[in-house]
């Protein structure tokens, strides 16, 4: 009962921060039971976990503790205005809200704590033994207890030992940030959007509040027309299916304009759909803010340790959520190491470099300030580009502009100001904090010593690992596994690629390469290195540029956008065709896997020993009834089950699939490899590795050495082939390997920095 009582709560401050909160019965009574079953070593499914869930729920409602009800529909209460017709079924979700006698229990200060913090323990935790631990979570996700006896053979290999590590790593909170982060809440929510109506009548809509007047009215935000009503799901369910709709009916259609009519609707759901993001969103950051504070409360002043899960590929993650190394900028600028180490000379400099790349200030092609070493200007002038930030110069000049803005970093730090033009203000603040104290420090004459986790950052990472096998060296040139003076920036090749691929469209809007590079063309380089297509291009193509305005100010539409996606996606071709060619191999094996051999399941095991289970399955919705007092509950899963469905799955889903679930367990494995030879305090961000200042040479050097031991061979290929097949010699397939030299990143600035 303990353990509901945490869960229900956790799942109110999900929704609400005030005395009276909701959450969906469905929800709660499914991690109520999954919860139960867990510590009792059972896996019986969705509809074993809500029966069970909403039998310990029941005893809630019967003592008053809480509420159950369910919220008429849209077209319920059209109904009710004119009722025309049959009254309509409600497919509403039954809904629990908190009763007067909820204050007895859901403030006890236990409880309060432990439904924070339910995956973080101020005790060691112990090393692993078995697939689960003694909270019944399982180490690697969805592995069930039938796994539990192969797991145990599994001990021995790099990646449960990381584990360990991970999870033997002490934590803290920063009080000094926490305090300013609350004194600066107004820098992290906004409770309001600025809109207006049709005549121009300027209003403060209110996100949470009660908006019945203006929800009358026809509202515009940033030009377009804003639908407050778009937090409803079913009609972000029409907006969103009709988008889909008609972009896959200009899928074979690229260079063609739609008919006016289809011209219109595209845009409209586009529209619709994209407003309804940034409600969201900002409600988001209001909740996000609320639970990080309060988490950080109740864990101020201790010593913390934190779980960690891996997931069918062996990627690792801290399971807390709100307080977590992986998390936004106000949760990293939070946590600290527990253990501090002395800030030397070379930690000092990496420090500088975290600091700069923190604040990320742009300069412009005629403001660059004299202080910097390298030619700038030239490389502008030749990537047809008219600013550079920090991160994007070299090293040494990072360190020059902390030297050049000292009186930024002390004010900033006096007065507690949390930078809105920084990139990562929180962690820019919890920086300038480091500087004063070590100068302070120094002024009396004492030794410095520090626990702010400094990272380093891989350059397009799965690019990298994609270039690594394919041996592609100009690609490997833009992501930094060849020496370069500058970092080279791989998002302003493939801009300009595709600039140069619709040359009239760019013109006719005038739209700078910064602008193309941020809000055209980046998402989409990014995720095309884990085989996103056209659709997921586009949708979020359009979604960026809504999100930086690039929408009115350029007249970029929804189609636009779609012709834009089949555009990028030849550019990246064109710009690193390498890295594609080991996409394509991989798809040509898991499709021999499939149609030749007739498996359901691919099955590798990474350098780091992870066994990986790539299997065909697609998402099953449950439904399931149940009683709880006199009321008839349907239930229907919000989180449905894996279930294998071959006259539903798609072979080429799987097929395409294959591409990022293995450099992602490449990336994963890479990490694992590190961890396991380090020798002190890591932060885990797949990409990212931090540690202590001091530290940050020899683990850059260590990540390095690790992946050039992973692809230093003439052919990676053919370690691909013998990974992925039992018989690889009856596979055949034609490639080209380029002349990049692995070892060359040992001389590389910018493969991490």
Not at 7 to 27: D, G, M, N, P
Not at 299 to 323: C, H, M, N, P, W
Not at 357 to 370: G, K, T, W
Request: proline share 4%; glycine share 6%.
């Amino acid at each position: 009962m303990y353990d509901a009582l945490t869960i229900l709560q956790y799942h109110f401050k999900k929704t609400s921060v005030s005395e009276s909160a909701t959450c969906k019965l469905t929800a709660a009574s499914c991690a109520i039971g999954r919860n139960v079953f867990l510590q009792i070593g059972k896996e019986l499914g969705f509809r074993a976990e809500v029966t069970l869930g909403d039998f310990v729920i029941e005893g809630f409602y019967e003592c008053g503790y809480i509420k159950i009800y369910r919220p008429p529909t849209e077209a319920q209460i059209a109904w009710e205005n004119n009722p025309v017709g049959k009254r309509p079924f409600s497919r509403a979700p039954y809904m629990i809200e908190t009763a007067e006698r909820w204050l007895e229990i859901g403030k006890l200060p236990d409880v309060v704590v432990n439904e924070l913090i339910q995956n973080t323990t101020f005790e060691p935790i112990k090393p692993i033994t078995r697939l689960f631990q003694d909270n019944g979570h399982p180490i690697i996700k969805h592995w069930g207890y039938d796994k539990d006896k192969h797991f145990k053979t599994l001990l021995d290999e790099p990646f449960v030992k990381v584990i360990d590590k991970l999870q033997a790593t002490e934590w803290k909170i920063d009080s000094d940030i926490l305090k300013a982060i609350k004194d600066n809440k107004d820098k992290f929510v906004t409770e309001k959007l600025k809109v207006t109506d049709e005549k121009g009548n300027k209003y403060s809509y209110c996100i949470f509040g009660n908006n019945k007047e203006l929800e009358e009215k026809e509202l515009y935000w940033n030009g377009h027309i804003f639908k407050p009503e778009l937090g409803n799901k079913s009609l972000e369910k029409r907006y969103y299916a009709e988008l889909r709709r008609l972009t896959n009916k200009l899928k074979n259609k690229p260079n063609k304009k739609p008919l006016k009519t289809m011209q219109r609707k595209y845009d409209e759901a586009a529209t619709y759909w994209n407003a309804k993001l940034v409600l969201l969103k900002n409600r988001s950051k209001f909740d996000a803010y609320n639970m990080t504070v309060q988490k950080a409360d109740a864990l101020v002043g201790k010593t913390f340790y934190q779980y960690i899960d891996a997931d069918y590929r062996g990627r690792l993650y801290y399971r807390e959520s709100y307080i977590n190394y992986q998390g936004k900028d106000i949760e990293r600028g939070l946590l600290k190491f527990n253990k501090s180490k002395i800030l030397n000379e070379e930690g000092l400099f990496n420090l500088a470099v975290h600091t700069a790349c923190c604040y990320n200030q742009s300069y412009s092609i005629d403001e660059i300030p004299e202080w910097c070493d390298a030619d700038y200007k030239t490389y502008l002038e030749e990537e047809g580009l008219n600013d550079i930030s920090i991160d994007k110069m070299t090293i040494d000049d990072r360190v020059k502009w902390v030297i050049n803005n000292e009186d930024l970093i002390i004010n900033t730090w006096k007065n507690r100001i949390i930078h809105s033009k920084a990139e990562k203000p929180v962690s820019f603040l919890a920086c300038c904090k480091e500087f004063c104290a070590l100068w302070d420090t120094e002024a009396e004459g004492g030794v410095y010593t520090t626990n702010l986790p400094i990272p380093i950052d891989g350059s397009n990472n799965g690019w990298q690992h994609l270039a690594a096998i394919s041996k592609d060296e100009h690609a490997g040139k833009l992501v930094g596994l060849v020496p370069v003076e500058i970092p080279q920036d791989f998002y302003v090749q493939t801009a300009k690629a595709l600039k140069a691929r619709m040359p009239e469209w760019f013109k006719s809007r005038k739209i700078p390469m910064k602008h193309i590079r941020k809000g055209i063309s980046k998402r989409g380089s990014m995720t095309r290195a884990y085989s996103a297509g056209h659709l997921a291009i586009a949708l979020n193509m359009y979604a960026d540029c809504y999100a930086e305005g690039y929408h009115s100010k350029y007249d970029i539409t929804m189609s636009d956008c779609n012709d834009l996606s089949f555009n990028l996606i030849k550019a990246i071709d064109e710009v690193c065709p390498g890295p594609l060619n080991t996409m394509s191999y991989l798809q040509a094996i898991a499709n021999y896997i499939i149609t030749d051999l007739n498996e359901d399941v691919i099955q590798w095991t990474t350098p780091s020993g992870f066994p990986v289970i790539y299997e065909n399955y697609v998402m099953e919705d449950i439904k399931w009834k149940s009683w709880i007092s006199d009321m008839r509950i349907q239930h229907v899963g919000n989180e449905p089950r894996l279930v294998y469905n071959k006259k539903i799955a798609s072979p080429g889903g799987f097929a395409s699939g294959i591409s990022p679930n293995f450099i992602h367990s490449m990336d994963a494995a890479h990490m694992a490899l590190i961890i396991s030879h380090w020798d002190g305090e890591f932060a885990a961000i797949h990409d990212s590795f931090s540690t202590h200042a001091r530290n940050v040479n020899d683990l850059l050097d260590l990540t390095k050495t690790i992946f050039i031991a992973m692809y230093d061979h003439k052919d990676y290929y053919e370690e691909i082939r013998h990974m992925l097949l039992e018989n690889p010699e009856k596979f055949k397939y034609d490639y080209k390997l380029g002349n990049l030299n692995i070892k060359d990143i040992a001389n590389s600035n910018y493969f991490f920095s």
